[in-house]
T-cell receptor, first 112, second 115 residues
Framework: AQSVSQHNHHVILSEAASLELGCNYS??????LFWYVQYPGQHLQLLLK??????LVKGIKGFEAEFIKSKFSFNLRKPSVQWSDTAEYFC??????????FGTGTSLTVIP | ETGVTQTPRHLVMGMTNKKSLKCEQH?????MYWYKQSAKKPLELMFV???????ENNSVPSRFSPECPNSSHLFLHLHTLQPEDSALYLC??????????????FGPGTRLTVL
């Protein structure tokens, strides 16, 4: 069965620290990859996406993610987090059948 | 109104009640989805509609019944639910058949509590 794994369930960082959230997926075919963010009390919003081309994708609010096909990974990074980045982050994969699979999410808490 | 809207935002119901959740998308998309979001679990895809036709039903119990009268509206009819069905129910839409804009756009969800 296809799946998406997010290994970090809860991350706590101080402001200005660097962030990396792991995401691995199990699907051998062509995929589109996404990171969604859910701020407290708000709905899921797209942070960034990868369809093709440059494997390093830049999103909103200074986030970026790198697609490493050989590792089936799409890790999310930010060099310096802010308190306002406190949220739940979800990795998602879309396969060629237009099926979306989400990870369990990573809760990020940034301490001022 | 723009994006994906869901009503009601909160719903409390007894196990013998019948209720419906409504989703509307204002993005001109041709696919709509129902997800269940429970704590500590991945988003669970429940139903998918492409061009008003149901294309996926992920072994969802029959006490959940979807309806898609047109490409902009999606309903989830609920009856004789169980307490373990309490969760956040999310609606999403996307444009299929293209390569550039097929991410999903989510609504705010309906927080359902089954007593």
């Amino acid at each position: 069965a296809q799946s998406v794994s997010q290994h970090n369930h809860h991350v706590i960082l101080s402001e200005a620290a660097s962030l990396e959230l792991g995401c691995n997926y199990s699907y051998g075919g062509t995929v589109n990859l996404f990171w969604y963010v859910q701020y407290p009390g708000q709905h899921l919003q797209l942070l960034l996406k990868y369809f093709s081309g440059d494997p390093l994708v830049k999103g909103i609010k200074g986030f970026e993610a790198e697609f490493i096909k050989s590792k089936f990974s799409f890790n999310l990074r930010k060099p310096s987090v802010q308190w306002s980045d406190t949220a739940e982050y979800f990795c998602a994969v879309r396969n060629t059948g237009n099926q979306f699979y989400f990870g369990t999410g990573t809760s990020l808490t940034v301490i001022p | 109104e723009t994006g994906v809207t869901q009503t009601p935002r909160h719903l409390v119901m007894g196990m013998t009640n019948k209720k419906s959740l409504k989703c509307e998308q204002h993005l001109g998309h041709n696919a709509m989805y129902w997800y269940k979001q429970s704590a500590k679990k991945p988003l669970e895809l429940m139903f998918v509609y492409n061009f008003k036709e149901q294309t996926e039903n992920n072994s969802v119990p029959s006490r959940f019944s979807p309806e898609c009268p047109n490409s902009s509206h999606l309903f989830l009819h609920l009856h004789t639910l169980q307490p373990e069905d309490s969760a956040l129910y999310l609606c999403a839409s996307s444009q299929t058949g293209t390569t550039s804009y097929n991410e999903q756009f989510f609504g705010p969800g309906t927080r359902l509590t089954v007593l």
